[in-house]
């Protein structure tokens, strides 16, 4: 009696499959060689372990793996089949709309929230007022959100005592109501 083995490819288990230019390569008969091979070369002295990109001529060093080479292939710009990942990668995460929770890249900005964040920051760290008008720590805020509008050290100070005055109102609220009576 014969019996059929099924084989298990990538495409069994809802994995993508290399993208078309780095599912062969010139070195596909090498036993446990990755196909990451086939666009960079080996350089010599063969002891230092760089490989270099034969499309941006990049050195990249493989003392651990092909790793990174692997993630530069990716990412060279000069790379012919750099749309064919790009594309991969839009369609694999298509498939998962499923997901819980939001997505990591897009954020909503409330400009008031992150203010109140930023006064909080003040207070832990002790920090002086002036470095509010620190042109550095100005461009520093830009860099991470352009829309997010650094005050001055005048409002920094009113929102601070602001903030004082509501800490110090729950406080109140809870010693009322949990104690019994605060005088």
């Keep these: 009696m014969l019996e059929t083995v099924e084989t298990l490819t990538p495409a069994t288990f809802g994995i993508d499959p290399l993208p078309p230019c780095m599912a062969t390569?010139?070195?596909e008969h090498s036993k446990g060689r990755s196909n990451v091979w086939g666009h960079f070369t080996k350089q010599k002295p063969y002891s230092e372990k760089k490989a270099k990109c034969n499309y941006c001529a990049d050195l990249i060093k493989y003392l651990a793996g092909?790793?990174?080479?692997g993630n530069h292939f990716i990412r060279c710009?000069?790379?012919p089949n750099r749309e064919a990942f790009?594309?991969?990668k839009l369609s694999s995460s298509t498939k998962k709309e499923a997901s819980?929770?939001?997505s990591p890249t897009i954020s909503k900005f409330e400009q008031n929230a992150s203010r109140m964040k930023l006064v909080k920051v003040f207070v832990k760290s002790e920090?002086?007022?002036r470095f509010m008008e620190d042109e550095d720590f100005r461009d520093f805020v830009r860099s991470l959100q352009p829309r997010f509008e650094v005050s001055?050290?005048?409002?920094?100070?009113?929102e601070m005592w602001?903030?004082?005055e509501e800490e110090k109102a729950k406080l109140i609220f809870f010693y009322q109501s949990s104690v019994g009576g605060f005088a």
Excluded at 66 to 69: E, I, L, Q, S
């Design 77 to 79: 710009k000069e790379n």
């Design 162 to 164: 602001e903030l004082y």
């Design 100 to 102: 819980v929770g939001p």
């Design 66 to 69: 092909t790793n990174g080479m």
């Design 127 to 129: 920090l002086p007022f």
């Design 25 to 27: 390569s010139s070195t």
């Design 86 to 88: 790009k594309r991969q």
């Design 152 to 158: 001055s050290r005048t409002t920094l100070r009113r």
